[in-house]
């Protein structure tokens, strides 16, 4: 029972499996535009949201970004507000690099396409990979095959930015500390009475590797690298409740979010905020 539990957790805390709120409107600023791109995190619908874009249909008080997806909206409303730039959202809840869902490279796509992407962009931002870690670890796919291979797709997928939009700094976002400073993973936090289920090795690898491959494809295809590990200490998934920027399978955290196992509203700020900065 406790290795199911372990399993669903992994699934979970990779933050990539996707599931109503208006979103911000993008911030109107003179400093030049940014596309923003990438998975559930940047995303973060609600649930309705997320059903909204997938069956295409409208639903009450959901949003639907420019990409088609469900999206609130609010960490690239953030960046924007942040960076003095109008942002727009093409973020999609499963989105990879290389293994599936909507590629990044397809989302980029789709902003050239609309003709939000081109050399008048200033910026590109992405925010992605963590689901081209956990299922292949799953899988037992060796580590060091996942970390090469999310490398490339990084690298590949940096290079077709700079090729749509060939004046704009492309900044790689990491994502922010999940497990705690010992390896444990807490999915059931009442409060701040949190419940480890202990180190999941499979959680921190995910972690590593996406940390390395983002720093050694940005380094490789010129983007920046935007460290989140830094800022997220101290606020991780086992972390008090009014600290915790990461939220459990059952979690009565007063902090507000959209998702389980997905950021609260504060950590998503905070993060937009970080990379905006660098």
Same mark, same amino acid.
């Given at each position: 029972?406790?290795?199911?539990?372990?399993?669903?957790?992994?699934?979970?805390?990779?933050?990539?499996?996707?599931?109503?709120?208006?979103?911000?409107?993008?911030?109107?600023?003179?400093?030049?535009?940014? $596309?923003? =791109?990438?998975?559930?995190?940047?995303?973060?619908?609600?649930?309705?949201?997320?059903?909204?874009?997938?069956?295409?249909?409208?639903?009450?008080?959901?949003?639907?970004?420019?990409?088609?997806?469900?999206?609130?909206?609010?960490?690239?409303?953030?960046?924007?507000?942040?960076?003095?730039?109008?942002?727009?959202?093409?973020?999609?809840?499963?989105?990879? $690099?290389?293994?599936?869902?909507?590629? =990044?490279?397809?989302?980029?796509?789709?902003?050239?396409?609309?003709?939000?992407?081109?050399?008048?962009?200033?910026? =590109?931002?992405?925010?992605?990979?963590?689901?081209?870690?956990?299922?292949?670890?799953?899988?037992? $796919?060796?580590?060091?095959?996942?970390?090469?291979?999310?490398?490339?797709?990084?690298?590949?997928?940096?290079?077709?930015?700079?090729?749509?939009?060939?004046?704009?700094?492309?900044?790689?976002?990491?994502?922010?500390?999940?497990?705690?400073?010992?390896?444990?993973?807490? =999915?059931?936090?009442?409060?701040?009475?949190?419940?480890?289920?202990?180190?999941?090795?499979?959680?921190?690898?995910?972690?590593?590797?996406?940390?390395?491959?983002?720093?050694?494809?940005?380094?490789?295809?010129?983007?920046?690298? $935007?460290?989140?590990?830094?800022?997220?200490?101290?606020?991780?998934?086992?972390?008090?409740?009014?600290?915790?920027?990461?939220?459990?399978?059952?979690?009565?955290?007063?902090?507000?979010?959209?998702?389980?196992?997905?950021?609260?509203?504060?950590?998503?700020?905070?993060?937009?905020?970080?990379?905006?900065?660098?």
């Amino acid at each position: 029972m406790k290795r199911k539990i372990s399993h669903l957790a992994i699934a979970a805390i990779a933050a990539i499996a996707p599931l109503a709120v208006a979103a911000p409107a993008a911030t109107a600023a003179p400093g030049g535009t940014t $596309v923003f =791109v990438g998975d559930s995190i940047p995303s973060n619908p609600t649930p309705l949201s997320y059903l909204a874009g997938k069956t295409g249909s409208p639903l009450p008080g959901t949003h639907v970004n420019a990409n088609g997806c469900g999206s609130d909206g609010q960490m690239p409303s953030a960046y924007g507000q942040a960076a003095g730039k109008q942002t727009f959202d093409y973020t999609c809840a499963g989105a990879s $690099v290389r293994s599936g869902g909507e590629l =990044v490279t397809t989302q980029l796509n789709h902003a050239a396409a609309a003709g939000k992407l081109n050399a008048s962009t200033s910026e =590109v931002v992405i925010m992605a990979g963590a689901n081209d870690t956990y299922p292949h670890i799953l899988n037992k $796919v060796p580590l060091n095959q996942i970390e090469t291979d999310l490398t490339n797709g990084f690298a590949k997928t940096i290079n077709h930015a700079h090729r749509l939009a060939p004046n704009a700094r492309v900044k790689l976002v990491g994502y922010s500390q999940i497990s705690a400073p010992n390896g444990d993973v807490c =999915v059931i936090n009442l409060g701040d009475n949190t419940m480890p289920l202990g180190a999941i090795p499979a959680v921190r690898d995910s972690e590593n590797i996406l940390q390395r491959a983002g720093i050694n494809a940005a380094n490789r295809a010129g983007a920046t690298f $935007v460290d989140s590990k830094a800022i997220s200490q101290g606020h991780d998934i086992c972390a008090p409740a009014n600290q915790r920027w990461i939220m459990g399978a059952v979690d009565t955290s007063p902090q507000p979010h959209n998702l389980i196992v997905h950021m609260t509203n504060a950590g998503l700020r905070a993060l937009a905020t970080n990379a905006a900065q660098k």
